[in-house]
T-cell receptor, first 118, second 111 residues
Framework: DAGVIQSPRHEVTEMGQEVTLRCKPISGHNSLFWYRQTMMRGLELLIYFNNNVPIDDSGMPEDRFSAKMPNASFSTLKIQPSEPRDSAVYFC????????????????FGAGSRLTVL | GQQLNQSPQSMFIQEGEDVSMNCTSSSIFNTWLWYKQEPGEGPVLLIALYKAGELTSNGRLTAQFGITRKDSFLNISASIPSDVGIYFCAGQRGSARQLTFGSGTQLTVLP
């Protein structure tokens, strides 16, 4: 398995531009997560999907951020318009819960997309 | 915001030394996980703990799920240079699918 695949690995853009980050989860995983990592705030959950449906988007900073999962093998995180404070590493992770209700949920992370907004 | 208190924040140790780091929370977690992140990469799972009191090893790594379900520790024995990285604890609460992460422990191993 190729693991969780994210693109682009690096993006440098100017303030006000639209940014789209992409993720391909591991085949067969039914949950997908978007995390943001910064020095100040560590790893923060932005949103997660279960069976392609957004379940919890309470971590999405504001209306400038949006995420979609049109099918089981693809998700996007979009920032429009981007701002310098959005500079961070954005991680996508996927999982497949083992066992029944309350079973373990081990996340596998992609390599991340490092975003720099000038 | 983060609900897990991870310590220490950073460690500088000599090669061959043992390392210990821990996470505590005011909330109960059903699962504790330990991840390692190397520069330019995403976190990689090291050990998963599913039951209170559970002690699990993975090579030179040993982790325990605290009896109160509010804490966990990770030990690394006989450290080597490739142990360098950031170690994160993560917890799963109730039936939630998402993980809450600690702030990380930056480990540096000096030759």
């Amino acid at each position: 398995d190729a693991g969780v695949i994210q693109s682009p690995r690096h993006e440098v853009t100017e303030m006000g531009q639209e940014v789209t980050l992409r993720c391909k989860p591991i085949s067969g995983h039914n949950s997908l997560f978007w995390y943001r990592q910064t020095m100040m705030r560590g790893l923060e959950l932005l949103i997660y999907f279960n069976n392609n449906v957004p379940i919890d988007d309470s971590g999405m900073p504001e209306d400038r951020f949006s995420a979609k999962m049109p099918n089981a093998s693809f998700s996007t995180l979009k920032i429009q318009p981007s701002e310098p404070r959005d500079s961070a590493v954005y991680f996508c992770a996927s999982s497949s819960r083992t066992g029944g209700l309350g079973g373990a949920n081990v996340l596998t992370f992609g390599a991340g997309s490092r975003l720099t907004v000038l | 915001g983060q609900q897990l208190n991870q310590s220490p924040q950073s460690m500088f140790i000599q090669e061959g030394e043992d390392v210990s780091m821990n996470c505590t929370s005011s909330s109960i977690f059903n699962t504790w996980l330990w991840y390692k992140q190397e520069p330019g990469e995403g976190p990689v799972l090291l050990i998963a703990l599913y039951k209170a009191g559970e002690l699990t090893s993975n090579g030179r790594l040993t982790a325990q799920f605290g009896i109160t379900r509010k804490d966990s520790f990770l030990n690394i024995s006989a450290s080597i240079p490739s142990d360098v990285g950031i170690y994160f604890c993560a917890g799963q609460r109730g039936s939630a699918r998402q993980l809450t992460f600690g702030s990380g422990t930056q480990l540096t191993v000096l030759p």
